[in-house]
């Protein structure tokens, strides 16, 4: 059974920092990628960032962009997302995602890409 567990969520003010963290456990075969997607009340899922297991490639929204670091933990086998300059748009429910097998060029954002899902984690950023 696989699972995939966020945690770090929470409320923070504006200008403020957040690191989100998730794990991943029980793939049949190896995780390929991992990724950050959140949801905003009343909007679709998007793509925050991912990067590749062995750390060599890492991909960000525009959004995103010099304010937030995707990482991982390989030895603890934990993926880090460090939310900084926070602001409110950037509020929503945050999941953590494993992808298996090879992601198509170009698309890497993109929430199909992505298998395995966590239960998601709130990220609420106040005015």
């Known amino acids: 059974q696989v699972q995939v567990v966020e945690s770090g969520g929470g409320l923070v003010q504006a200008g403020g920092s957040l690191r989100l963290s998730c794990t991943a456990s029980?793939?049949?075969?190896?995780?390929?990628?991992m990724g950050w997607f959140r949801q905003a009340p009343g909007k679709e899922r998007e793509g925050v960032s991912c990067?590749?297991?062995?750390?060599?490639?890492?991909y960000y929204a525009d959004s995103v962009k010099g304010r937030f670091t995707i990482s991982e933990d390989k030895a603890k086998n934990i993926l880090y997302l460090q939310m900084n300059s926070l602001a409110p748009e950037d509020s929503g429910m945050y999941y953590c995602?494993?992808?298996?097998?090879?992601?198509?060029?170009?698309?890497?954002?993109?929430?199909?890409?992505?298998?395995?899902w966590g239960q998601g984690i709130p990220v609420d950023v106040s005015s």
């Open positions: 995602a494993a992808h298996v097998g090879a992601l198509v060029p170009g698309h890497h954002l993109e929430t199909g890409q992505f298998e395995y």
């Open positions: 029980g793939l049949e075969f190896d995780v390929y990628a």
């Open positions: 990067i590749n297991w062995s750390g060599d490639s890492t």
